[in-house]
């Protein structure tokens, strides 16, 4: 008998910088997550949020992660991606990154 993917409710705590409180996050009706297929990669050899946004540090991918999912503990920060297993690959914060710092990674 063939075991059914694993699957996980998306549901997490604000992260610290990128986005007001009153901000709710995009949220994608009736989504499920397959846990283990793809996920983002940061490269923190070309990850500068200082670039991204001049004036205040915060990095523009972890504003657009319709899941919450990166986390920027202080303004200038590099970002850090939550989990691997509960990030679905979507992509909004690889098109979102203006350096180019983050790749979608299968496996």
């Known amino acids: 008998m063939q075991e059914e993917p694993r699957t996980i409710p998306v549901c997490l705590a604000r992260r ?3 986005r007001p409180d009153s901000e709710e996050p995009k949220r994608r009706k009736g989504l499920k ?4 297929t793809k996920y983002a990669v940061i490269n923190y050899q070309v ?3 200082d ?3 001049p004036h205040q540090g915060i990095c523009k991918a972890v504003q657009v992660c319709p899941h919450d999912l990166l986390i920027q503990e ?4 590099p ?3 939550y989990s691997t297993r509960m990030c679905v690959g979507c992509g909004d914060c690889v098109r979102e ?3 180019n710092a983050i790749n979608i990674q299968y496996g």
């Open 97 to 99: 990154c203006p350096l």
């Open 47 to 49: 990850c500068e949020p």
């Open 33 to 36: 997550m397959e846990l283990g």
């Open 16 to 18: 610290a910088v990128g």
């Open 79 to 81: 970002p850090m991606l």
């Open 74 to 77: 202080e303004p200038g920060d």
């Open 51 to 53: 670039k991204c946004d």
